[in-house]
């Protein structure tokens, strides 16, 4: 059977490439419009993970990185489900996310943010979704950060998040924010999103049921791929 296509992206909802309060997209956004180009193989099927390619911990931040402790910070789990347009489960795909420790400092040598480094804390993690397309990760609450936007900007506490799933165009990398954070209606880069809806589908909202008592506090945040188009009929796209 032919691959079905997927869903054209509804550019509405998504930031314009150039944002001029957002500084740095002026020197990243394009100069000439965007060319749009029909899939092929390459863009509709994709790369295939297996659990043979991740160790045990790898979605364990407060784990995988230790030395001689666990790291600073509040304890927390994020999950979720990786879903498609039509609301259904994509399974056995690889979600990665990174992040900065509790004080809001990445590990990488050109932040040199004043908060100190975490000897405890990697700030980066990996799973794969499971039948039903749920995920699931412990680590610490990043911590927010001043950045060199405008005077006196800062960063509230986020977590990137990189979803491949099952083929390249349905390829995520967002950030995720956390219910009730007061930095998030400040920031220029959350402030280029022209939808509020879509803003709330990046805030990860606590989770008391999935909180562990005198452990972790738990935040969910689904996460949305792009579609396949309706039922495929033989081997041609009937009725799209």
Known sequence: ?????????????????????????????????????????????????????????????????????????????????????????????????????????????????????????????????????HYFFRTVKPGAYPWRNWVNNWRPAHIHVSVFGHAFCQRLITQLYFEGDPLIPHCPIVQTIPDPDAIDRLTAKLDLNATVPLDSIAYRFDIVLRGRRSTMFENRMEGN
């Open 1 to 133: 059977m032919h691959p079905a296509e997927y869903y054209q992206r509804d550019r509405r909802i998504h930031p314009p490439a150039l944002t001029p309060d957002y500084k740095t997209s002026v020197a990243r956004s394009p100069r000439l419009a965007l060319i749009s180009l029909q899939g092929s193989v390459s863009e509709t099927t994709g790369p295939v993970f297996g659990h043979g390619d991740l160790n045990p911990i790898d979605n364990d931040l407060i784990k995988n990185y230790a030395k001689d402790g666990d790291p600073v910070g509040e304890r927390i789990i994020v999950h979720g489900r990786v879903l498609d347009e039509n609301a259904r489960p994509v399974p056995n795909t690889l979600v990665e996310i990174w992040q900065a420790n509790a004080g809001g400092r990445y590990r990488h040598k050109k932040d040199t943010y004043l908060a100190p480094i975490d000897p405890n804390f990697g700030g980066c993690g990996r799973t794969i979704t499971d039948a039903d397309g």
